[in-house]
C-alpha cells in the first residue's frame, strides 16, 4: 500500500509566470510514484506550451488540453483521467514541500484513515516563501471532519489525499456550475463519507497570494450572494439526486443552513434592503420532506415552500433554524 500511485491534478489557466516553479515542486516529491495531470483549461499566454515541454521532460506528466470551462471542469477532466489509488489537487500557481507527498501517503497507513491534509502558509513571492520557511516537525494528529474547516480557516480542496474509490463510487466531482465555492461543496460532500482523516500539523502547502487571488469580485456583495445561492441550489440537487442515510442528510441540511447563514450575512453586510435581501435570494431548490428527519429539516423545508409566497414568514423561519443546534 505504500507503494500505490497518486494523482496529483493541476488545473492550469494563465499562470506562465508561475507554472515552472509549481511542476518543479511536484516532481521533486520524494515519493516519486506519482503521476502529475496538468490540466490546460483553454490558457490564451504559454501556459500550453510550457505544461507540454514539461511532459517532455518527465514521463510522469500528462497533459489535458480543453476549452476554457472553469476549475471545477478542469480538476473533474483530471480525476477521470487519474488512475492512482489516491488524488491531490494543486492550484497552479502555488508551492508544495518536497516531502509532501510522503508525508500524506504515510499518515493515511499509520493511521488507518482514508484522507490526510496538512496545513498552509500563505506568501506573496518566492523571496518570502525562502525567509520565512522554517524546518518544522510533521506532528499528525486524528480529527474529525468537522475540525477541517476551523483548523485550515476555510474549505480549500488542495493539500489534501483523496480516496479515487470514493470518488467514483458515490459519483463525486465538482459541481461545474459553481464558479466560486466549489470546495465547500466538494469538500462538504466527500467528508460525508469519511469519519475522522489524518493532519499532519505542518505547513507544507504554500498558497501564492496573486492579484487574481483577491478578485474586486470577491468584495462585490451581490456577486457573492449570487454565489451562496448558486451553492444553496447545488446543495439542493444533491439532495434530490442521492439517496442518503439518515447521517448524510443532516450534513447536508447542515451545509445548507451554512449558505443561507451566509447570505444573510452577505445582505446584512452590503446593508441591503429587506425587500431587496429576498429578491436577491431567490431560485434555489427545495429539500424534499421527510417526516423522520429531525425538526430542523422540516422547518427548513417549509421556509423553502413559502419562499416567494411569504416573505416574513420565510424569514422567521430560516431564523429559528439558524438559532437550532
Given at each position: ?114 484522507t490526510s491534509l496538512c496545513g498552509y502558509r500563505r506568501f506573496i513571492d518566492e523571496e518570502q516563501l525562502h525567509f520565512d520557511l522554517k524546518i518544522e516537525k510533521s506532528n499528525k494528529?486524528?480529527i474529525s471532519t468537522d475540525q477541517i474547516k476551523n483548523i485550515r480557516q476555510g474549505y480549500f480542496g488542495w493539500g489534501i489525499l483523496f480516496d479515487k474509490e470514493i470518488l467514483d ?62 451553492l444553496l441550489t447545488s446543495f439542493g440537487e444533491y439532495l434530490l439526486d442521492n439517496h442518503l442515510n439518515a447521517r448524510q442528510y443532516q450534513n447536508v441540511l447542515a451545509m445548507r ?69
Amino acid at each position: 500500500m505504500k507503494d500505490e500511485l497518486v494523482s496529483i491534478i493541476v488545473p492550469v489557466y494563465n499562470t506562465e509566470n508561475y507554472i515552472d516553479i509549481c511542476v518543479k515542486s511536484i516532481v521533486n516529491q520524494t515519493y516519486s510514484n506519482i503521476e502529475i495531470i496538468l490540466v490546460d483549461d483553454g490558457s490564451t499566454d504559454a501556459s500550453a506550451k510550457l505544461c507540454d515541454d514539461w511532459s517532455i521532460k518527465d514521463k510522469r506528466i500528462t497533459v489535458l488540453h480543453q476549452k476554457n470551462s472553469g476549475v471545477s471542469a478542469a480538476r473533474n477532466s483530471g480525476i477521470e483521467y487519474a488512475s492512482g489509488k489516491w488524488i491531490m489537487f494543486v492550484d497552479a500557481d502555488d508551492i508544495i514541500d518536497h516531502e509532501l507527498m510522503d508525508d500524506l501517503v504515510k499518515t493515511v497507513i499509520e493511521m488507518g484513515v482514508k484522507t490526510s491534509l496538512c496545513g498552509y502558509r500563505r506568501f506573496i513571492d518566492e523571496e518570502q516563501l525562502h525567509f520565512d520557511l522554517k524546518i518544522e516537525k510533521s506532528n499528525k494528529l486524528l480529527i474529525s471532519t468537522d475540525q477541517i474547516k476551523n483548523i485550515r480557516q476555510g474549505y480549500f480542496g488542495w493539500g489534501i489525499l483523496f480516496d479515487k474509490e470514493i470518488l467514483d463510487t458515490n459519483h463525486l466531482r465538482f459541481d461545474p456550475e459553481l464558479k466560486n465555492l466549489e470546495d465547500v461543496y466538494f469538500l462538504s460532500i466527500y467528508s460525508m463519507f469519511i469519519e475522522n482523516v489524518g493532519y499532519i500539523k505542518k505547513q507544507s502547502y504554500y498558497y501564492r497570494i496573486t492579484a487574481g487571488s483577491i478578485t474586486s469580485k470577491c468584495v462585490d456583495a451581490k456577486w457573492q450572494i449570487n454565489s451562496w445561492n448558486k451553492l444553496l441550489t447545488s446543495f439542493g440537487e444533491y439532495l434530490l439526486d442521492n439517496h442518503l442515510n439518515a447521517r448524510q442528510y443532516q450534513n447536508v441540511l447542515a451545509m445548507r443552513r451554512h449558505c443561507i447563514n451566509n447570505l444573510w450575512a452577505e445582505c446584512l453586510n452590503a446593508n441591503l434592503g429587506y425587500k431587496e435581501s429576498i429578491k436577491l435570494m431567490k431560485n434555489f431548490k427545495r429539500v424534499p420532506f421527510q417526516t423522520s428527519k429531525r425538526l430542523s429539516g422540516m422547518i427548513l423545508y417549509l421556509a423553502e415552500f413559502v419562499h416567494g409566497r411569504i416573505p416574513v414568514l420565510e424569514f422567521l423561519l430560516y431564523s429559528l433554524v439558524l438559532r437550532r443546534k
